[in-house]
């Protein structure tokens, strides 16, 4: 499985991105997708995931504001994220499983930074 990542960028606060990332695979079937974010010195943090029926899963302090879809035909998803805020800023990372396998594999990152 290839993941491929684009949207990231600079952005003024209040303002919007949208983040896309595509799965490639000629074998593998592909299950959950989603996004989680990094900050210099902590932890991957989860910011939202979506099941190939299309059930999502968010971190409460971002629902509203950021909306996770999905194209199942082109194993594609989206990250729009809405109203951003300066403490949005951090690498944000596609994540993929693979299905039935529990294989995971992961994007190299897009940056993302918010600032005037």
């Known amino acids: 499985v290839q993941v491929a990542e684009s949207g990231g960028g600079l952005v003024q606060p209040g303002k919007s991105l949208r983040l896309s990332c595509t799965a490639t695979t000629t074998r593998d079937r592909i299950g959950i997708m989603g996004w989680y974010r990094q900050v210099p010195g902590e932890g991957r943090e989860l910011v939202a995931t979506i099941t190939t029926p299309g059930s999502t899963n968010y971190d409460p302090s971002l629902e509203g504001r950021f909306t996770i879809s999905r194209i199942n035909a082109n194993n594609t998803i989206y990250l729009q994220m809405d109203s951003l805020k300066p403490e949005d800023t951090a690498v944000y990372y596609c994540?993929?499983?693979?299905?039935?396998?529990?294989?995971?594999?992961w994007g190299q990152g897009l940056q993302v930074t918010v600032s005037a």
């Open positions: 994540y993929v499983m693979e299905f039935p396998s529990p294989n995971v594999h």
